[in-house]
């Protein structure tokens, strides 16, 4: 009977037992070193898996699994990148990629999530652009890259119009899904308390669309670059899908994989950009 009076003490708040401080001491350490345990372990995979795939570049071209000729040692396509990046070609080609992307991209931005909420929102709007919608978002944007070059030229604005075609459907859909697919409950809720119809957009759609918006957003970051390629690869004397193509045309093999790990680094980038402002935007979406 002792025993088990004196059991539920500690709990109650009576004075710790051993048992009690030896579990406090690895609930606390579970809670420090344990998540940076984790995340050293998963940098570390990562990095392995890294390491692998540049060894393997390395060493079967060498030993002849590969044909080097087509498919030369990491090795020697890093030594032709650091030559095109003394050189200024590389400079050259990323900064003409890099504008034209991110001019697209923030048109993309600028234009299509007002238009998602405008249309996610407001039923008259929805049903009125409905079918045009439908229509041009089965159309492939590289199925379209010779209209725009027959209506825009072979200049800039052909590419940054195609780079916003192409990053403007994966934003405007995402932010409609994102208005659409507000709790039911969560907006009754907000009306029953007052709130008008603005005040209810700012306060409970808006914050509550957020993630799925930027799903939409990364994705057109992904496409941004992607699609960019194609367009560089017709008319233009400057950019990374140009580089690609005017190294494999002149035979520069290693040239033409250096340009291909610029663009693989440069989308890495760009979506950790955005991974990054999207975590500040959530942070706000959890304190507004």
């Not at 409970?204 to 560089?232: D, H, K, M, N």
Request: glycine share 6%; with cysteine; net charge positive.
């Amino acid at each position: 009977m002792a025993d088990t009076l004196a059991a539920p003490a500690s709990a109650r708040g009576d004075a710790p037992t051993a048992d009690d401080r030896a579990t406090n001491f690895f609930r606390v350490a579970a809670g420090t070193r344990f998540p940076a345990l984790a995340r050293s372990a998963l940098l570390l995979r990562r990095t392995a898996a890294l390491a692998l795939l540049a060894a393997l570049w390395e060493v079967l071209p060498r030993i002849g699994v590969v044909d080097r000729v087509f498919a030369p040692p990491l090795s020697e396509v890093l030594v032709a990148w650091y030559d095109l990046l003394v050189g200024g070609q590389l400079v050259e080609h990323f900064q003409a990629s890099l504008i034209r992307s991110l001019s697209g991209f923030a048109l993309a931005i600028a234009l299509t999530i007002p238009l998602g909420l405008a249309i996610g929102w407001y039923r008259p709007v929805a049903d009125f652009l409905s079918p045009v919608l439908e229509l041009f978002r089965n159309t492939s944007a590289v199925a379209l890259l010779p209209v725009f070059i027959l209506i825009f030229g072979l200049g800039e604005p052909s590419k940054i119009i195609f780079v916003f075609y192409a990053c403007a459907w994966p934003i405007l859909l995402n932010t409609i899904s994102g208005v659409r697919t507000v709790e039911p409950l969560l907006v009754k809720s907000a009306r029953s308390m007052g709130l008008g119809p603005f005040r209810l957009f700012q306060k409970v759609i808006l914050p509550a669309a957020v993630p799925t918006v930027f799903t939409g957003i990364r994705l057109a970051g992904a496409y941004s670059i992607l699609v960019l390629l194609f367009a560089e690869m017709v008319g233009a004397k400057a950019g990374l899908g140009y580089l690609i193509q005017d190294a494999q045309f002149s035979f520069r093999i290693p040239d033409m994989y250096a340009g291909i790990i610029t663009i693989s680094v440069l989308g890495l980038l760009f979506n950790l950009l955005l991974v990054t402002v999207e975590r500040r935007f959530s942070t706000w979406r959890t304190t507004s």
